[in-house]
């Protein structure tokens, strides 16, 4: 089961953090299609927010036809996000932690890390990048 972490300093919107967190979980292959999510009751317990905002975040998530609200049993997993290459046990991911490691090791810090990578993403993922570079995003 997913556990919420709220960063009330980040400037997301409350169920926009439990809408990207529960589809990082779909992506990780950590959810899968049947998984029920918490209860409003259980993320408001584990994290002191409104019920509505879990409810809200549960909403969109309906909308984009990854869960499913069962009436008295709870909200369950419709689809996956999950692609081969992105698992929590994939090796592009244990490539991804070790370079974490130098990276750190090298002096840099959380803001320097995020920096580096959302700069690299860009270049690469951006409309200007070759075809051949864009074809898995464009497939996928």
Do not use: C
């Amino acid at each position: 089961m997913v556990e919420y972490r709220i960063d009330r300093r980040s400037g997301i919107a409350t169920y926009l953090q439990i809408v990207q967190q529960t589809k990082q979980a779909l992506r990780l292959g950590l959810l899968q299609p049947g998984d029920r999510l918490p209860t409003a009751k259980e993320v408001v317990a584990a994290t002191a927010i409104n019920p509505n905002t879990v409810l809200k975040a549960y909403r969109e998530l309906e909308r984009e036809g990854l869960v499913e609200p069962r009436p008295g049993l709870g909200t369950f997993v419709r689809r996956s996000l999950a692609r081969p290459g992105a698992a929590a046990d994939s090796p592009l991911r244990a490539a991804l932690a070790d370079w974490t490691d130098r990276a750190r090791a090298a002096g840099l810090d959380r803001e320097d890390v995020t920096a580096l990578v959302a700069s690299v993403l860009e270049e690469r993922f951006s409309e200007s990048a070759a075809p051949s570079e864009r074809g898995h995003e464009e497939n996928g």
